[in-house]
């Protein structure tokens, strides 16, 4: 004799663990996207970077060679390879610091492809890269 009727007790825990598995898998894909545009990002900042270190002029002082950057110079070569990249990176920063080194700060807006009602706005993403000359 059975005293209580087991019947359907299954349908729940399935319901249950197929949803926590769809949230798992849209939060994996989400976040693997992430993690894609970050590194593309960071290329495309490295990339700009050294665009930029390559705006040096050359200087002769004591029979050494020396290689000069500038302000202006560095955001201008920074500049010219976003608009030459495709992509939605924007120029946040570019300097100078030592005449020797170019540092360039891109970001852009990232969207994700599963969860955007969540984050309707995106996130921004940011990156900076240093690069130096090749002739110091």
């Not at 390879?81 to 170019?102: H, I, K, N, R, Y």
């Not at 969207?111 to 890269?129: E, K, M």
Request: no cysteine; aromatic share 2%.
């Amino acid at each position: 004799m059975r005293l209580r009727d087991d019947s359907g007790s299954l349908l729940p825990l399935v319901i249950g663990y197929g949803a926590l598995t769809a949230v798992l898998m849209v939060t994996t894909i989400d976040l693997a996207s992430l993690n894609m545009a970050q590194r593309g990002l960071d290329a495309v900042a490295e990339a700009a970077a050294l665009a930029a270190a390559d705006t040096f002029t050359l200087s002769v002082a004591d029979g050494e060679p020396r290689a000069v950057l500038t302000a202006p110079g560095v955001a201008m070569g920074a500049a010219a390879l976003l608009e030459a990249t495709p992509g939605q990176a924007v120029l946040v920063a570019s300097d100078t610091p030592d005449g020797t080194s170019a540092v360039v700060t891109v970001q852009m807006i990232w969207h994700p492809p599963l969860f955007s009602i969540v984050i309707p706005d995106g996130v921004t993403l940011r990156s900076t890269a240093i690069a130096r000359t090749a002739i110091g």
